[in-house]
């Protein structure tokens, strides 16, 4: 997520020079290696001192320390954004770390990504036609919260605002609660004696619907956890629709099992992905 930002920030010419930290020094190596940042740096406070604008791109546990690192050489005119997919807690780290400096700060969540994780897979495309939202704080500055908006415009990105709390209950719906769903069900399958043989048997309907169960474990690890009373809400709503479906098949009611289909295939039917339709210098911590 952060490599493809410095890519898209470059390609939008929104920038002139990229510093960027990863806590291994390799990534840090090929990021440079691969023209996605022009300056390795050892720390995060390295990559942020001096910075016009820095986005956090690291797992939603680690932004409270990576925010207590940078917080004494964030510049008091420096725009700081991050990409958590959970915002509340995001915000509550903010606050308890960055104190003088929370003015600073415009939470976001470009809703893109990937399955896989890494330096190499970064794309400049990768926020195009895809919705950004913004989670601003009450302290947070006017004219930052405007240049984010531009920021993310001008890569592309449809970008929306939601109050945090408002953004975790959203977003526990469509994407914590599918992702682990996707988890348990690879796990349900994997784990019967025959799972491997049921498994070389999928098609594409399973491939398209296990895609997600390859994402990064530590990263979907901090998510769930950081989110988890929203998801345990929809955990619960999800369980009172599989009962449904159970109860249907139990008792042999084959008109309520299609009417249960069809009523979740209307509504699939009648959704579409929507497109959620100058900086200096970059840091990426």
């Known amino acids: 997520m952060g490599g493809s930002f410095a890519l898209a920030a470059r390609q939008a010419g929104l ?47 680690a932004m409270q320390s990576s925010f207590e690192a940078m917080r004494d050489v964030l510049s008091p005119k420096a725009l700081l954004m991050d990409v958590g997919s959970t915002k509340c807690d995001v915000v509550a780290a903010a606050r308890s770390s960055l104190g003088e400096r929370l003015s600073c700060f415009v939470p976001a969540h470009p809703i893109a990504g990937k399955e896989v994780a ?57 994407s914590h609660l599918p992702h682990m769903l996707a988890f348990a069900a690879v796990n349900a399958l994997s784990s019967q004696p ?21 994402s990064d474990a530590a990263v979907w690890r901090d998510i769930l956890s950081a989110n988890s009373a929203e998801v345990l809400a929809q955990v619960a709503h999800f369980r009172a629709a599989l009962a449904q479906f159970e109860n249907a098949l139990k008792v042999g009611d084959a008109a309520a099992l299609q009417q249960l289909i069809q009523q979740a295939s209307v509504v699939r039917s009648a959704w579409t992905l929507q497109a959620h339709t100058s900086c200096n210098t970059t840091s990426e911590a």
């Open 118 to 174: 890494g330096i190499e897979h970064a794309e400049a495309a990768l926020y195009q036609n895809r919705r950004t939202i913004l989670t601003p704080l009450p302290e947070t500055d006017a004219v930052r919260l405007q240049a984010a908006h531009a920021i993310w415009a001008a890569m592309d990105s449809q970008v929306s605002t939601m109050t945090p709390e408002a953004h975790d209950a959203t977003f526990a719906a469509v």
């Open 15 to 61: 920038v002139s020079s990229i510093a960027g930290y990863s806590a291994s020094e390799k990534t840090r190596q090929r990021a440079v290696q691969l023209q996605v940042i022009d300056q390795a740096c050892s720390s995060v406070a390295h990559a942020v001192d001096g910075a016009d604008l820095v986005l956090l791109a690291v797992p939603v546990g």
């Open 194 to 214: 025959q799972g491997a043989a049921y498994l070389d048997m999928a098609g594409p309907g399973f491939k398209d619907f296990s895609r997600i169960a390859a």
